[in-house]
């Protein structure tokens, strides 16, 4: 069983930088395949950042390249999302996400098993 717990969001002015942060707990945390999902309100939910197991490989949204940055804490079992140059689209609750062995797109939730409780991301403009 893996728990993940995500912290590190809050209220930001556009322009600005938080970085989220998701500890991870359960064996074979370099395995998982990691990722970052929001969920604005009316929206559905859609995937930000990813990382392939061992952190080898990052993925990004379109929406996020250049602005956010994915990476882990192998020894730490944590996960990380640096979100810099806000915009007040990128609000939404936060979530942290893990999975074992799969193919297929990297940013697609159907693929992941376990899920953090999310943190709120506000952006104003």
């Known amino acids: 069983q893996v728990r993940l717990v995500e912290s590190g969001g809050g209220s930001v002015q556009a322009g600005g930088s938080l970085k989220l942060s998701c500890a991870s707990s359960g064996p074979n945390y370099s395995r998982q395949h990691m990722a970052w999902f929001r969920q604005a309100p009316g929206k559905e939910r859609e995937g930000v950042a990813a990382?392939?197991?061992?952190?080898?490989?990052?993925y990004y949204a379109d929406s996020v390249k250049g602005r956010f940055s994915i990476s882990q804490d192998n020894a730490k079992a944590t996960l990380y999302l640096q979100m810099n140059s806000l915009k007040p689209e990128d609000t939404a609750m936060y979530y942290c996400a893990a999975a074992g062995s799969f193919t297929g797109d990297s940013l697609a939730s159907i693929n992941y098993d376990y899920w953090g409780q999310g943190t709120q991301v506000t952006v104003s403009s």
């Open positions: 990382t392939s197991q061992w952190g080898l490989s990052a």
